[in-house]
């Protein structure tokens, strides 16, 4: 059984930061992506960033000069670290495995994990 368990979200200040992890157990990525995404309450699941088996990455445009995404193939395991976070990063953050390409679509990852709140007072 597949599983993706991400870990590290919580509450924290404006201008913190917070590394979270995600571990895969089940099966190997080695030749696929990983990737995080972010959901709030009402809107629809946003793209945030992935990392092919190339090392290649990809983040959504805004993010990429606070969030850096890395992983540990040893490991299983993508990491997202999230820098001068802001109140509006709150948001649920899903770890996703499995994609091949269109990296940006949600559709085009087979795992999940369950998510990790992480919540950003002003």
């Known amino acids: 059984q597949v599983q993706l368990v991400e870990s590290g979200g919580g509450l924290v200040q404006a201008g913190a930061s917070l590394r979270l992890s995600c571990a895969a157990s089940?099966?190997?990525?080695?030749?696929?992506?990983m990737g995080w995404w972010r959901q709030v309450p009402g809107k629809e699941r946003e793209f945030v960033a992935a990392?092919?088996?190339?090392?290649?990455?990809y983040y959504k445009d805004s993010l990429s000069d606070r969030f850096t995404i890395s992983r540990d193939y040893a490991k299983n395991t993508v990491y997202l670290q999230m820098n001068s976070l802001k109140p509006e990063d709150t948001a649920v953050y899903y770890c996703?495995?499995?994609?091949?390409?269109?990296?940006?679509?949600?559709?085009?990852?087979?795992?999940w994990g369950q998510g990790t709140q992480v919540t950003v007072s002003s």
């Open positions: 089940g099966r190997t990525f080695s030749s696929e992506a």
């Open positions: 996703a495995a499995g994609a091949q390409d269109r990296y940006y679509s949600d559709y085009k990852y087979d795992y």
């Open positions: 990392i092919r088996s190339s090392g290649r990455i």
